[in-house]
């Protein structure tokens, strides 16, 4: 039997950082002998992906509270790198891909140290911290989109632009006809467990307000589980059709009855409607580090393959929005056709071929 080369995806605990890692490791494990690594926040992201080898070890950020906080996290960052040379030393990888997020911090310096090959990826428009603490010693930075930000200089020739790491079966998404009108919104709302929440307390009186001025509207929302029942009750007093799900189903059998979508800025989601072809309305989390979100979402704004609102725009300007995409569906026929012309279906190739070229450097 062929000994499979060793490789180690490291993740940070966010849905924005765990899920490409995820999608890498589903890709590779066929070929290579796959371990992916995160905490326990990244754990609630997982459960899906069910046939990955997945370890979990402490992280932790740095707390800046008062000067007793930042010691304490030095000294974990410091025994979290002791104990990732310790795993290292036992689980030697050929390559250690950092996915980003702080939990990949300890365990891609601990590489460094002992001289294994890592590459970090970054699919924000903005590089995130952790990442650019990196820079330094990391072999190659592995990028979604040649506009990232917060790169100096020096660093521009360790820079690959590869794609957004996302679900093949949404890649493989047939493209949407345009010119096809309709007489119905079939609305999509996505979200993490922040957005989740804010979005049930803020969108369901403004869908109330677009069905009270004439607009046939079908919403399929995502939410936490506690929500559930609240939400069911108050579209079914409005007399609104609805669908309620929660994060562990099936994304894309929503993705193929959507015609438009609301989402929270997150560079994966967003990746992942375009690649699909659905129109969405992008709307920033005004609390993301560096205010990544909203460079994301301009990103897309600018390139017009979707819609900006700001969250505390959103009592005022998504009724007009709704109502003028209701009157004239050409409206998002622009933008199914730009999205037509943008897709990642070639980053699974491109991280083929980087691989191979470091294995044999």
């Known amino acids: 039997m062929i000994k499979k080369t060793k490789v180690l995806i490291v993740v940070g605990g966010t849905g924005g950082h765990v899920l490409p890692g995820c999608n890498l490791a589903e890709h590779l494990k066929k070929d290579y002998d796959v371990k992916v690594v995160t905490d326990k926040r990244g754990q609630q992201f997982i459960k899906q992906f069910k046939d990955l080898d997945i370890l979990t070890l402490p992280s932790s950020p740095i707390i800046k509270s008062n000067i007793f906080t930042i010691l304490y996290s030095f000294l974990f960052i410091f025994f979290s790198i002791l104990r990732s040379l310790i795993f290292l030393t036992f689980n030697r990888p050929s390559v250690i891909f950092g996915m980003g997020g702080y939990a990949s911090f300890p365990i891609c ?50 820079i690959i632009e590869i794609g957004n ?66 939400l069911k009750q108050f579209y079914q007093k409005k007399d609104i059709e609805f669908q309620i799900f929660n994060f562990s189903e099936n994304i894309i059998d929503y993705f193929l009855k959507a015609n438009l979508a609301i989402t929270r800025s997150g560079s994966s989601i967003l990746a992942e409607l375009t690649n699909a072809n659905i129109p969405f309305i992008s709307v920033p989390l005004p609390s993301s580090a ?3 979100q909203l460079k994301n979402a301009n990103y897309y704004k600018r390139k017009k393959l979707a ?55």
């Open 307 to 361: 819609f900006l609102i700001e969250e505390v725009d959103l009592k005022n300007n998504l009724l007009y929005l709704i109502k003028e995409i209701y009157k004239n569906n050409l409206i998002l026929d622009e933008i199914i056709k730009n999205q037509s012309q943008y897709s990642d279906k070639n980053v699974y190739n491109n991280i083929d071929k980087i691989l191979k070229e470091l294995r044999y450097k």
């Open 290 to 292: 560096d205010n990544h």
């Open 165 to 230: 790491i996302i679900k093949k079966e949404i890649i493989n998404i047939p493209k949407k006809k345009t010119n096809i009108p309709f007489q119905k919104i079939n609305l999509l709302i996505l979200g993490g467990s922040q957005a989740a929440k804010t979005f049930a307390q803020i969108l369901p009186n403004i869908f109330s307000e677009c069905v009270n001025q004439g607009i046939d509207l079908r919403i399929y929302q995502q939410c936490l589980p506690n929500q559930n029942e609240e």
């Open 109 to 158: 310096v601990a590489g460094a140290i002992l001289r294994i090959k890592f590459v970090i990826y970054e699919n924000n428009l903005i590089i995130g911290k952790t990442n650019k603490y990196l820079l330094p010693i990391t072999r190659k930075v592995l990028v979604s989109f040649k506009e990232l930000e917060g790169i100096p200089k020096k660093f521009n020739g360790k």
